[in-house]
């Protein structure tokens, strides 16, 4: 699928393998600095790079790469995963253009869309809630350490 898309400076483009360490680096900067992902990869450009993903997207904020998002296959669903935001531009509406961009991709895979996230991520809780996703579930986990305890499932806005 290839699709981009511009709105308040923001572009939203399909990851190129060029992109692969920048994204590396932003990832190590995001997991220092706000712990996501809570349990660092060994391998973090193959982490990155799930077998299972729909599509990989950046986005882009004058040129610079600004955010990650990969849209996985499960069964014959989709799921938002690897999404992050560098920390210097947060609350700017990034993380909910590249959530938007995965609800459009899913539809247009034909597939029912979803996400996960550990509770220890408020500021990801937020921002789904805010963007009209809904909490459907949680599920007790043990190798969150004592970050986390549970993994929250939510579900997209109805498309209208």
């Not at 077998?51 to 990650?68: I, M, P, T």
């Not at 999404?83 to 947060?90: C, M, S």
């Not at 996960?116 to 007790?140: F, I, S």
Request: include cysteine; proline fraction near 5%; charge should be neutral.
């Amino acid at each position: 699928m290839t699709d981009s898309f511009r709105e308040g400076g923001v572009r939203v483009r399909e990851r190129r393998d060029e992109d692969l360490d920048v994204c590396a680096e932003l990832l190590r900067v995001v997991h220092e600095q706000a712990g996501y992902p809570i349990n660092w990869p060994a391998h973090p450009r193959g982490w990155l790079t799930p077998a299972s993903r729909l599509g990989c997207w950046v986005a882009e904020l004058d040129g610079r790469v600004v955010g990650h998002v990969v849209l996985t296959a499960v069964g014959e669903r989709a799921e938002v995963e690897r999404l992050f935001v560098d920390p210097t531009v947060t609350r700017k509406g990034i993380g909910r253009r590249l959530l938007d961009h995965c609800v459009t991709a899913a539809a247009g895979f034909g597939r029912e869309l979803s996400l996960e996230v550990v509770d220890n991520r408020g500021a990801a809780v937020h921002l789904y809630r805010r963007a009209g996703w809904t909490e459907t579930t949680r599920t007790p986990i043990d190798w969150g350490g004592e970050h986390a305890t549970e993994l929250i499932r939510f579900s997209p806005p109805a498309r209208t």
